[in-house]
């Protein structure tokens, strides 16, 4: 049974950083056949993309227009971890963080940002 155990959330200040990973276990492939992405979901809202890495040889990344120049998405295919590192990070981006791999989602973690 696939698992997906994300860890790095925690309380910061507006224009501080945090780096969000997710340990992959129990995939049926190899870790870099899937598309992996991040989602995020704020108190109230929709969960919504953040950013992805797709399945393609070169691992094509995608970002939110509201993240994209402030967040890198990576990944390690030899560990099976995904990585957000998630700079000038804004009051707008507390949210819970999910990871996805294919129909997986891991339980969350935190990111609050606040003065």
């Known amino acids: 049974q696939a698992q997906l155990v994300e860890s790095g959330g925690g309380l910061v200040q507006p224009g501080g950083s945090l780096r969000l990973s997710c340990v992959a276990s129990?995939?049926?492939?190899?870790?870099?056949?899937?598309?992996t992405n991040w989602y995020r979901q704020a108190p109230g809202k929709e969960r919504e993309f953040v950013a992805g890495i797709d399945d393609s040889p070169s691992g094509r990344a995608d970002y939110s227009d509201s993240v994209k120049g402030r967040f890198t998405i990576s990944r390690d295919t030899v560990k099976k971890t995904l990585y957000l590192q998630m700079n000038s990070l804004k009051v707008e981006d507390t949210a819970v963080y999910y990871c996805?791999?294919?129909?997986?989602w891991g339980q969350g973690t935190q990111v609050t940002v606040s003065s």
């Open positions: 129990g995939l049926a492939l190899k870790f870099n056949r899937y598309n």
């Open positions: 996805n791999i294919f129909s997986h």
